[in-house]
């Protein structure tokens, strides 16, 4: 058995329906980006952790309950119950975790959450040698993470595990009970109900992201927009989203103005001052653009001809130009 594994998740760029996809009817465009997490994991006499990104949380430990970072903890744990359900020996090693999806004081929103999750589950099944699809590494992260967050649509672990452009749907609140209570060998076996995670074939050659210089946080946006997912906003969302992948060419600032509209009727400030001054700078530019994720903060996504891209050398601080970040 070889003695070290390596493994890289990527980051995620939400392309459209990221709102919509939080209910399990409702869909969204993801792809990944450049950008991720690696972790090294070796065989030693005793476990370690070494985090360049977050020194802080550099340690030594016995068992997966003491790891300091909880969705590092987590992965470890459901990647030990998987060793021992295939009946090997648990055995002492290192992690080493590299990052360049954020830095110590800002994080882009492209994911880096979900992207240490999947990738700390990766890289101790590759080093034990047990096999996965990207569709088990998907379930496992999804256990991992299911107490440590609420109202998410999981989608970032889903583009992290399968590394490429997806169209997703969350499955059902049946499934997200019998995550709760159901053991790992059996989730992995069985159904996901309303699951859906099919790659497609879309270039995201023309596309560019900008970041607004202020890091996002989603959980107060999604509780103020959740009594205003309905039925009828998230059908208008997913009509917009297949039309848009049968005619990619079709204009991003229309998500960007169904987006607006659930921002007035909930109050939540998706639309900051930093984004609204971007969005302003790319239409007086004539220049197709919306912003990725929750909003209020975060990322805008650009669509610009070559023609156009000098104009991006311009663009200064707060805001950083993310220059071919998409892998796609």
Not at 36 to 48: D, E, L, N, S, W
Not at 139 to 157: G, I, N, P
Request: with cysteine; aromatic share 8%.
């Amino acid at each position: 058995m070889s003695s070290s594994a390596r493994f890289f998740a990527p980051g995620k760029l939400f392309v459209a329906g990221e709102y919509a996809v939080l209910k399990p009817e409702g869909k969204a465009i993801l792809a990944p980006v450049k950008k991720g997490i690696r972790v090294i994991a070796t065989f030693r006499k005793r476990f370690r952790i070494r985090n360049y990104q977050r020194p802080k949380e550099n340690q030594s430990f016995l068992t997966p309950s003491e790891i300091i970072n909880p969705r590092v903890r987590m992965a470890v744990e459901v990647a030990r119950i998987v060793v021992k359900n295939h009946k090997l020996s648990w055995r002492p090693f290192s992690l080493i975790i590299h990052s360049n999806i954020s830095t110590q004081d800002m994080k882009y929103g492209l994911g880096s959450s979900g992207a240490i999750v999947v990738a700390t589950i990766g890289v101790i099944l590759s080093l034990f040698h047990i096999s996965f699809t990207p569709l088990d590494l998907f379930k496992l992260s999804v256990k991992a993470t299911d107490d440590l967050v609420q109202d998410t649509s999981f989608a970032d672990l889903a583009v992290s595990s399968f590394k490429q452009a997806i169209v997703y749907s969350k499955f059902n609140d049946e499934t997200s009970m019998r995550l709760k209570t159901q053991h790992i060998p059996d989730l992995l076996q069985s159904d996901w109900e309303g699951l859906f995670i099919e790659p497609i074939q879309l270039s995201f050659k023309d596309m560019v992201v900008i970041f607004s210089g202020v890091s996002s946080d989603s959980t107060p946006l999604v509780q103020l927009t959740k009594p205003h997912l309905t039925s009828d906003w998230i059908s208008e969302s997913n009509q917009m989203l297949d039309a848009w992948i049968a005619n990619p060419k079709l204009p991003l600032r229309d998500f960007s103005m169904h987006l607006r509209r659930l921002a007035k009727q909930s109050g939540a400030n998706m639309f900051t001052p930093e984004i609204e001054q971007l969005l302003s700078w790319a239409k007086n530019h004539q220049i197709d653009a919306k912003f990725s994720g929750a909003g209020g903060g975060d990322c805008i996504l650009i669509r610009i001809p070559p023609s156009k891209r000098k104009m991006l050398d311009n663009i200064l601080p707060p805001f950083e130009v993310l220059k071919g970040i998409i892998s796609v």
